[in-house]
């Protein structure tokens, strides 16, 4: 099942090429915004499951390009990021060590919605496809054998960076967490409809042009040690969401104007702008460009503020 918010946060479940509206099916779950009932729906989903297939066979569909989707899961109570989680097409010789950090659930905007560069000196801004789960009943100190029961669903995840801001060692906080740094959807897939989630193709475009193509069988540590290992670090808590890190070779600069499109095999779609009001500009190679052209850094700013020489 593909569910999703739209217009004003009204719940829906995709059939065919739209939506059928089953808000009302869930009206009684206690909440006080689109977050709790989504909260409390997964909570509770095998009590509701039944009336929303019936819900489904009796609605009319409204079609996708007549409505707004908003993002499937718009307030969790953390969002898990693993850092550095994929083998790289196989190039790298060792395994990375496990590694994560927190993002600001306030990044999160969804399908169609605007990631905004702030006017800060980062030298570059970038957006990693990642296949992101999303956390189905409490898991504390879980076993990697029981791990993958703990998920409710899957969905399509950017997580925006502003890389190289100052000071030095004061990474992940302020590179991560910006406002609108973490797209999601457009749908929270539920995870009877993904048979492998280890083995799903990632593609993501800007303008057009693939920039990442590689696939979730890649990872380093794979869904159910991620998910076991958090839970010992903290409780994850129904609706968390963890995202499972990124190929890094096809990150770009992503810039003013750019049309950036997600797609996880079986998640749908996810479709976003980007916004600088500074009109920053860089080249549009990739990390592997660079590195087949000897360098060693990321790609320079060309124009605007805070380009060397202050172009």
């Known amino acids: 099942m593909k569910l999703a918010f739209f217009d004003d946060f009204k719940l829906g479940v995709l059939k065919g090429d739209g939506l059928i509206d089953v808000s009302a099916?869930?009206?009684?779950?206690?909440?006080?915004?689109?977050?709790?009932?989504?909260?409390?729906?997964?909570?509770?989903?095998?009590?509701?499951?039944?009336?929303?297939?019936?819900?489904?066979?009796?609605?009319?569909?409204?079609?996708?390009?007549?409505?707004?989707?908003?993002?499937?899961?718009?307030?969790?109570g953390k969002i898990d990021c693993m850092a550095v989680n994929y083998m790289e097409d196989g190039t790298l010789e060792e395994k990375p060590l496990r590694n994560g950090f927190h993002k600001a659930p306030s990044a999160i905007i969804g399908d169609g919605d605007t990631m905004v560069l702030p006017d800060i000196p980062a030298t570059i801004f970038e957006g990693e496809a990642e296949l992101a789960l999303v956390i189905g009943r409490t898991a504390k100190n879980i076993s990697e054998a029981e791990a993958m029961d703990y998920i409710f669903g899957y969905m399509n995840f950017i997580d925006g960076s502003a890389r190289g801001l100052p000071?030095?060692?004061?990474?992940?906080?302020?590179?991560?967490?910006?406002?609108?740094?973490?797209?999601?959807?457009?749908?929270?897939?539920?995870?009877?409809?993904?048979?492998?989630?280890?083995?799903?193709?990632?593609?993501?475009?800007?303008?057009?042009?693939?920039?990442?193509?590689?696939?979730?069988?890649?990872?380093?540590?794979?869904?159910?040690?991620?998910?076991?290992?958090?839970?010992?670090?903290?409780?994850?808590?129904?609706?968390?969401?963890?995202?499972?890190?990124?190929?890094?070779?096809?990150?770009?600069?992503?810039?003013?104007?750019?049309?950036?499109?997600?797609?996880?095999?079986?998640?749908?779609?996810?479709?976003?702008?980007?916004?600088?009001?500074?009109?920053?500009?860089?080249?549009?190679?990739?990390?592997l460009d660079r590195q087949n052209q000897g360098h060693s850094t990321p790609t320079p700013q060309l124009t605007g503020k805070y380009a060397p020489g202050g172009k």
């Open 167 to 287: 000071p030095d060692r004061n990474v992940f906080f302020q590179v991560k967490s910006r406002e609108t740094f973490a797209p999601i959807g457009p749908f929270l897939v539920t995870a009877d409809e993904i048979d492998n989630p280890q083995d799903l193709p990632v593609k993501l475009w800007v303008n057009g042009e693939v920039k990442q193509n590689f696939n979730t069988s890649d990872m380093a540590h794979k869904i159910s040690e991620l998910v076991a290992w958090l839970s010992s670090i903290h409780t994850l808590e129904v609706g968390d969401i963890v995202a499972t890190g990124t190929n890094h070779r096809g990150l770009s600069a992503f810039q003013d104007g750019d049309k950036v499109e997600l797609e996880v095999s079986g998640l749908g779609r996810l479709k976003f702008n980007v916004k600088d009001d500074l009109k920053r500009t860089w080249s549009r190679e990739t990390r």
């Open 25 to 76: 099916v869930v009206s009684d779950i206690p909440h006080i915004g689109p977050g709790d009932l989504m909260s409390g729906l997964i909570a509770c989903f095998d009590h509701y499951r039944e009336k929303i297939d019936a819900a489904i066979e009796a609605g009319v569909v409204v079609p996708m390009s007549s409505v707004r989707i908003r993002p499937p899961v718009p307030k969790p």
